[in-house]
C-alpha cells in the first residue's frame, strides 16, 4: 500500500509559514544553546576532518553546486543576500574590528628599512618586512600549533 503524503504545495506553504513566526523562539533557542555548540564543534575536530577528506569529496562539491547553478545563486542574491547584507555589516562591525586591531598595531609597531630610490628592488624588503611581521602575528593568534 503507498504511503499517503501531503500535496508538495500545501507542505511548502505549511512549512513557510510556520518557519516565518518561528524567527524568535529560533533566536532565544540558538543563543542559549552556544555555550553547548561551542564544545560540541570543538570537540567534532576529527569528525571535520575525516569528512572534508573522504573519498570523491571533491566531485560531490563540484556536483553539488552545478545542481544548484548559477540562477539559484543569483536568485538567493537578490531575493535573500541584498536585504541581509546591510545589517549582517552592522552586526559585524565590532568583529571586524576585533579581529583587524592586532594586525594594524602590528604594522603600525614596525620600524622598516630605509626606503630605496624607485624601481630598487631593495624596496621589496619592505614588503617582506611586513608580511613577515604580520605572519608572526598570525602564527601567534592561532596559538602554538599554528593551524
Known amino acids: 500500500m503507498a ?3 501531503k500535496e508538495v504545495g500545501a507542505s511548502t506553504t505549511k512549512w513557510s509559514e510556520n518557519a ?4 524568535a523562539e529560533f533566536a532565544t533557542n540558538a543563543e542559549a544553546a552556544a555555550e553547548l555548540w561551542s564544545s560540541n564543534t570543538q570537540r567534532a575536530g576529527d569528525t571535520f576532518h575525516q569528512a572534508i577528506t573522504a573519498p570523491n569529496m571533491k566531485n560531490r562539491f563540484v556536483r553539488g553546486v552545478a545542481r ?4 539559484k ?3 538567493k542574491i537578490r531575493e ?3 536585504d541581509r547584507f546591510g545589517p549582517g555589516v ?3 562591525t565590532p568583529d571586524y574590528t576585533a579581529g583587524v586591531e592586532p594586525y594594524f598595531s602590528t604594522i603600525a609597531a614596525l620600524t622598516l628599512s630605509p626606503r630605496k630610490p624607485r624601481g630598487d628592488p631593495a624596496n621589496y624588503m619592505r614588503v617582506q618586512e611586513i608580511g613577515k611581521a604580520l605572519n608572526a602575528k598570525r602564527l601567534a593568534l592561532l596559538g602554538a600549533g599554528g593551524g
Open 3 to 5: 504511503i499517503k503524503v
Open 20 to 23: 516565518a513566526r518561528a524567527a
Open 68 to 71: 544548484a547553478g548559477a540562477a
Open 73 to 75: 545563486f543569483a536568485r
Open 80 to 82: 535573500v543576500g541584498r
Open 90 to 92: 552592522a552586526a559585524a
